[in-house]
């Protein structure tokens, strides 16, 4: 068992206040995620929590760390490096928090832009991100009820809203967001 009350603590000295509610917020939608979908609710709770922990380091930080670990910068990362927060915070979980529970370092490395055939951990935590108590987009209590009726229809959703809102915004879309999309898209449609 991780220790719950120390990781918080190390979170809390290394993330800004509000980035600190919200993983929070992941943390406990992503437990009661787990109660519907039947997986560990420790092990949920842990990657919930941890799943942004580099989120406030500098893009030279995260770069650094991206060429000390060797991990390879995909274009839309080089481009936008706060996408890095998630390869680099698997990282950083391994690292500096300790964990060594495969599923959940993957459910931290793929939280932000998904990936094809996704662990039932990693799309809990893909979707507890864009659902937890905090956010505010629009349209949250459709996805909110989405997420406890069929998770990966809101998966698929949710990719597809993403896609659509980096299109009107001319963000590059990462390929693992191309691929996700059109895993699932096949999926189920
Ligand atoms: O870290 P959070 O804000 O909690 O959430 P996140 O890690 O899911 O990051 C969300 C941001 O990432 C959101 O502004 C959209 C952006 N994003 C997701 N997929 C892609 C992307 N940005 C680019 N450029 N390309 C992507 O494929
Ligand atoms: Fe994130
Ligand atoms: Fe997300
Ligand atoms: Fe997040």
Redesign the pocket.
Known sequence: KYDINKIRKKLKRTLHTK?YI?SIG?STTAVCLAMKYGYDLHEAEVAGLV??CA?NYSDSKKIALCKKNSIVMSP??Q??P??L??KVGAVVAQSKYDIDNRDILNAVKY????RPDMSLLEKII?IA??IEPNRTQPNLKEYRNLAFLDLEVCLLRILRD??T??EKNN????????EAYNYYNNLIN
């Open positions: 980035r919200h992941v799943h942004d989120k839309s990362e481009t936008s706060d996408l927060h998630a939280h932000t832009t998904g893909y991100d864009f993403t896609i809102y980096l963000k590059e879309i990462d390929n693992l967001t191309k």
